[in-house]
């Protein structure tokens, strides 16, 4: 939510620290986010606390773009404007109307991305930079597994993935449903 303030502070405002912002994020999306994930995790190391950083980082660029870009849309609008005229502050224009109005893409957006969350962390527990072995995850779990699909006990590695698969689909499916009735609402 604090990223999410910055993002929302810095394009409302505009100017010189929202276009230094926005070439630091383009520097972030010039990679693949998986190899950047696998990058920022082998420097931080393994562990729940550094996967959650790595994961929000590599996130990061995708609400930044979605929140900039809304919010400067929703400033644009008449009741944003009619606001500021009647003499309401910056930080009260920006908590009751701009706030609010510009949500609605985050949130629809937050559960297709919590989905590819989980593929990046099941994909760095498989490679073994992940939360450590003694902890139950599905990626390290499939990994563990591999050598026993080689020697016909499929049942160790095939059910965490199809698990993992129900779970990100489920995610998917509840981002497609919300982008819908969002998309329904606007009409």
Do not use: K
Not at 91 to 100: A, D
Not at 169 to 178: I, P, T, V
């Amino acid at each position: 939510m604090l990223c999410y303030f910055g993002y929302l502070l810095g394009s409302c405002r505009g100017g010189r620290p929202d276009d230094v912002l926005m070439r630091v994020l383009d520097v972030f999306q010039a990679f693949p986010t998986f190899v950047l994930a696998l990058a920022v995790a082998a420097l931080l190391g393994g562990g729940t606390a550094n996967l959650v950083a790595v994961i929000a980082l590599v996130n990061a660029p995708a609400y930044a773009r979605l929140v900039r870009a809304e919010v400067r849309s929703v400033r644009e609008l008449p009741f944003v404007e009619a606001s500021r005229v009647s003499g309401a502050s910056f930080w009260g224009v920006l908590w009751r109307h701009v706030l609010p109005n510009s949500l609605t893409p985050v949130r629809v957006i937050a559960p297709l991305n919590c989905g590819w969350a989980m593929l990046t962390l099941a994909g760095l527990s498989f490679l073994g930079l992940g939360v450590p072995v003694p902890t139950a995850e599905w990626g390290a779990m499939i990994s563990l597994g591999t050598g026993d699909v080689v020697a016909g006990r499929w049942w160790t590695s095939v059910p965490p993935g199809l698990f993992l698969l129900i779970c990100v689909l489920g995610f998917s499916l509840l981002g497609e449903g919300l982008q819908e009735r969002a998309d329904s609402t606007r009409r």
